[in-house]
Structures are given as C-alpha cells and as structure tokens.
T-cell receptor, first 112, second 113 residues
C-alpha cells in the first residue's frame, strides 16, 4: 500500500451535477497531483498542488478545480458534469523535491 | 506475441518466459522516465525509473532500457509470473521542474500459467 487514500471509491452522478473527490496524501508529502484516467488510456494530468497553491495545470477546463489543505490533503471539484467526465480519478502524492509519486487507488466516477 | 487491439496493446506470455514491453516517448527534452504497473482496480504502482544519462538500469527481475536516439524505452521482466499480469505504463518528465509525468497509453500484460 502507498499510504495514499481516496474517497469515495465509486460514485454515480447525473449530467450537470457537481462532485467533490477527496485525497489523503502519504505522511510527509506536501505535493499532490490529480489525474483523470479514461478506460483503456493512461492517466491524464489535471493539476498539481504544492503547499496549498496550484503550481501546474493540464489541459482541463476551469470547471475542474481543486484545493489543498494545511495537512496536505486535497479535493478535486468538478462542476457541470458531462458524460465524458466518467473516468477513474487518481491522486498521487510526493515530497516537493522528489520525483517519485505514490498513487491512491482512485475514485471511479460514472456520469449518467 | 504482441498485438495492438482496438483499445490497449496486449502482450501474452507463458509463465516463466521473459517479457519485453516497449514504449515510445514524445518529448526529446524529457530526462526522467518511469515505469508503472497498474493492476485491476488499483492505482499505478512505481516499478523502476531511469534518467537520461543512463541507458540501462536493473531492479529485481526488471530492467529498463533507454534509447534516446529513437526516443524509446523498454521494460524487461525476467521469469514472468501470473502476478505480473497488469497494465504497464511508461511516463516521461522533465527533472528540475514540477516533475509532472506524461503517461503513455499502456500495454496489457497477460501471463498464462
């Protein structure tokens, strides 16, 4: 186990709704990244937080937003859900000066 | 043998054989590369990494080879076991920056007992 936990494990929403996914990083890790993984594809980078500030963002629209808290846990919020948002959402944590990141088990989101 | 299906490329091997999984990366400036293993229902798990100043690195039963000339990575798994069945991803990144990896599409490895 990596020590990175995510909740919930599965979620079903309908189009137009909003969702919040949560991630608890490994102890001591101050950097958290979020990824979207569609079926049969590799993870796609959404954004990264370092010490509560966003310091990198992939090609995702503004309706994907995030937060990092003082304890370095993190949230991913998605507004106005679309069918194509159905995917596995992964978070990964690491320390700021190390390259190796550790992934959580993911949250499987289904948008109907 | 190796085949490219409608979705994920798949490599089928017999238990005990050696497996070779290939990956082409896109950015010639990338200088740090990682292989991940993803089992069904789990997040990607770090296997081995290599920097661009090396062309080979060995771990326990795994070896990564890097050919910067043709932007190619391979992962060799010795004496493949049923527990090695998973999807394998290579990822590239630039060190000295935000260490944000770009993942390849992945290869599904199926090990037959």
């Amino acid at each position: 186990e990596t020590g990175v936990t995510q909740s919930p494990t599965h979620l079903i929403k309908t189009r137009g709704q909003q969702v919040t996914l949560r991630c608890s990083s490994q102890s001591g890790h101050n950097t958290v990244s979020w990824y979207q993984q569609a079926l049969g594809q590799g993870p796609q980078f959404i954004f990264q937080y370092y010490r509560e500030e966003e310091n990198g963002r992939g090609n995702f629209p503004p309706r994907f937003s995030g937060l990092q808290f003082p304890n370095y846990s993190s949230e991913l919020n998605v507004n106005a859900l679309e069918l194509d948002d159905s995917a596995l959402y992964l978070c990964a944590s690491r320390t700021g000066n190390q390259e190796t990141q550790y992934f959580g088990p993911g949250t499987r989101l289904l948008v109907l | 043998g190796e085949s490219v299906g409608l979705h994920l490329p798949t490599l089928s091997v017999q238990e005990g054989d050696n497996s070779i999984i290939n990956c082409a990366y896109s950015n010639s400036a990338s200088d740090y590369f990682i292989w991940y293993k993803q089992e069904s229902g789990k997040g990607p798990q770090f296997i081995i990494d290599i920097r661009s100043n090396m062309d080979k690195r060995q771990g326990q039963r795994v070896t990564v080879l890097l050919n910067k000339t043709v932007k190619h990575l391979s992962l060799q798994i010795a004496a493949t076991q049923p527990g090695d069945s998973a999807v394998y991803f290579c990822a590239e990144t630039l060190s000295g920056g935000s260490y944000i990896p770009t993942f390849g599409r992945g290869t599904s490895l199926i090990v037959h007992p």
